[in-house]
C-alpha cells in the first residue's frame, strides 16, 4: 500500500514567488494534516481536514498561507508571496477515524523548501 | 506551561543497554498516546501507540502510560547505533483527530 506521497521534495525559489507543495493521502484516510518543521519551533500543525472539509486552520501563520483539499486524494499547500522565514520542511500527514481514540498519522517525506 | 513536554536531550547511553524516554502532558482528557522516531533528514515514523494505562511491549520496545500523573515513557532494550535519533512523544487532546507533539529527545547511542 503506497504511503503519503508529497511533491516536490526539494524547493528553492526567491522571495515573492509563490509556492505551492503537493500531497497525496494514504486511500481511505479521513484526515489529513500538514506540519511545518524548523529547528526552533519543532513540528508545527499548520491546518488539518476530514472528509476534505478544513476543521481547524488555526496553526496557519498568516494570510500568506493557504490550503484546500478538492478531493479525498489530493491537497495543496501555498504559500504567496513566500518569504524566507517560510524556509522549513513542510510535512503532510493522513490518518483514519477511529471515534474517540486517535489514529496514528503517518508522515509523507516531506518538502524541503528554501526561500532566498 | 507547553501541552507535551520532553527533555530535549542528547541522551547519550551505551550500546547494549537500556534507554529511557520520557514524556509528560498537561490535558487530562487525552486518550491516545504515540511515539515517533525521526532520522536526521527524515520524516517521522510511528513505532509505538498506547492507549491505556500499563506497558505495552513490541520487540526491545516498551512504552509505558500512567494516566493519574500524565506520563508515558519509552524504553528501548538492547540499544543499538540504528536507535541514534529523534524521538517524538505525540498525544491527542481534546479532539481525538489532532495529534500534539513533543518538541522530541535527541537519543545518541554510543558504540
Known amino acids: 500500500d503506497a504511503g503519503v506521497i508529497q511533491s516536490p521534495r526539494h524547493e528553492v525559489t526567491e522571495m515573492g514567488q509563490e509556492v505551492t507543495l503537493r500531497c497525496k493521502p494514504i486511500?481511505?484516510?479521513?484526515?489529513l494534516f500538514w506540519y511545518r518543521q524548523t529547528m526552533m519551533r519543532g513540528l508545527e500543525l499548520l491546518i488539518y481536514f476530514n472528509n476534505n472539509v478544513p476543521i481547524d486552520d488555526s496553526g496557519m501563520p498568516e494570510d500568506r498561507f493557504s490550503a484546500k483539499m478538492p478531493n479525498a486524494s489530493f491537497s495543496t499547500l501555498k504559500i504567496q508571496p513566500s518569504e524566507p522565514r517560510d524556509s522549513a520542511v513542510y510535512f503532510c500527514?493522513?490518518?483514519?477515524?477511529?471515534?474517540?481514540?486517535?489514529?496514528?498519522?503517518?508522515f509523507g517525506d516531506g518538502t524541503r523548501l528554501s526561500i532566498l | 506551561q507547553k501541552e507535551v513536554e520532553q527533555n530535549s536531550g542528547p541522551l547519550s547511553v551505551p550500546e547494549g543497554a537500556i534507554a529511557s524516554l520520557n514524556c509528560t502532558y498537561s490535558?487530562?482528557?487525552?486518550?491516545?498516546f504515540f511515539w515517533y522516531r525521526q532520522y536526521s533528514g527524515k520524516s517521522p515514523e510511528l513505532i509505538m501507540s498506547i492507549y491505556s494505562n500499563g506497558d505495552k511491549e513490541d520487540g526491545r520496545f516498551t512504552a509505558q502510560l500512567n494516566k493519574a500523573s500524565q506520563y508515558v515513557s519509552l524504553l528501548i532494550r538492547d540499544s543499538q547505533p540504528s536507535d541514534s535519533a529523534t524521538y517524538l512523544c505525540a498525544v491527542t487532546g481534546s479532539s481525538a483527530s489532532k495529534i500534539i507533539f513533543g518538541s522530541g529527545t535527541r537519543l545518541s547511542i554510543r558504540p
Open positions: 500527514a493522513s490518518s483514519r477515524d477511529r471515534g474517540r481514540f486517535g489514529q496514528p498519522q503517518h
Open positions: 490535558d487530562r482528557v487525552s486518550q491516545s
Open positions: 486511500s481511505g484516510h479521513d484526515y
